[in-house]
Nanobody
Framework: QVQLVESGGGLVQAGGSLRLSCTAS????????MAWFRQAPGKEREFVAA????????YYADSVKGRFTISRDNAKNALYLQMNSLKPEDTAVYYC?????????????????WGQGTQVTVSS
């Protein structure tokens, strides 16, 4: 089992940058596929990005491709999301998620472990 805690959210102007972090408990972090999802008010939770257990494979939603970068540091049990060129439509609560195993999915129901979320607000 793994527990996840996100940090790094905040208020930023359009065009700005933020870096989200997710710290995981436990000693088997490297055996989990990790992902970021987000949920805007009144909308369903959506996939943002995912990274394979080794960090070699990264996957992005089309809406963030070229602007966001997902990465992980298995030695630190940490997951990151570097967000550049932020837009008002990126405003949402961002969640860190984990699934045991090695297959990467973009569907939220495939992920068993979730953080509490961190708010990102992008002003125009």
């Amino acid at each position: 089992q793994v527990q996840l805690v996100e940090s790094g959210g905040g208020l930023v102007q359009a065009g700005g940058s933020l870096r989200l972090s997710c710290t995981a408990s436990g000693r088997t972090f490297s055996s989990y596929v990790m992902a970021w999802f987000r949920q805007a008010p009144g909308k369903e939770r959506e996939f943002v990005a995912a990274v394979s257990w080794s960090g070699a494979g990264t996957y992005y939603a089309d809406s963030v491709k070229g602007r966001f970068t997902i990465s992980r540091d298995n030695a630190k049990n940490a997951l990151y999301l570097q967000m550049n060129s932020l837009k008002p439509e990126d405003t949402a609560v961002y969640y860190c998620a984990a699934r045991a195993g090695y297959r990467v999915y973009d569907r939220d129901y495939e992920y068993a472990y979730w953080g509490q979320g961190t708010q990102v607000t992008v002003s125009s």
